[in-house]
Nanobody, 124 residues
């Protein structure tokens, strides 16, 4: 029914930038709230950013405010995460997720659909 596929991860130096993409299948994409989460080795999965169905509302974790930007293009069924001024502590597997509420949710148990994840490594 709904498939999410992340891309754009890789290795980058501290202070650099990456742009992650999440491509979604299905005609209902424009009604979903979308989020990005990340998980570092040995740590719990944590919230990064979220955007409402229209793109009008966004939320960010304190750790990424001012550095990361979430956006969406409903015509292309795609959500993005622009990551600037990257730090070694941003190293993690990044996951794209979709919720059926349409709101910008910050808790992972509100999301029904998940991508496979994409690795981001920031070197110092």
């Amino acid at each position: 029914q709904v498939q999410l596929v992340e891309s754009g991860g890789g290795l980058v130096q501290a202070g650099g930038s990456l742009r992650l993409s999440c491509a979604a299948s299905g005609r209902l994409f424009s009604s979903y709230g979308m989020g990005w989460f990340r998980q570092a080795p040995g740590k719990e999965r944590e919230f990064v950013a979220a955007v409402s169905w229209s793109g009008g509302t966004t939320y960010y974790a304190d750790s990424v405010k001012g550095r990361f930007t979430i956006s969406r293009d409903n015509a292309k069924n795609t959500v993005y995460l622009q990551m600037n001024s990257l730090k070694p502590e941003d190293t993690a597997v990044y996951y794209c997720a979709a919720n059926r509420f349409g709101w910008a949710k910050t808790k992972d148990n509100d999301y029904a659909y998940w991508g496979q994840g994409t690795q981001v490594i920031v070197s110092s």
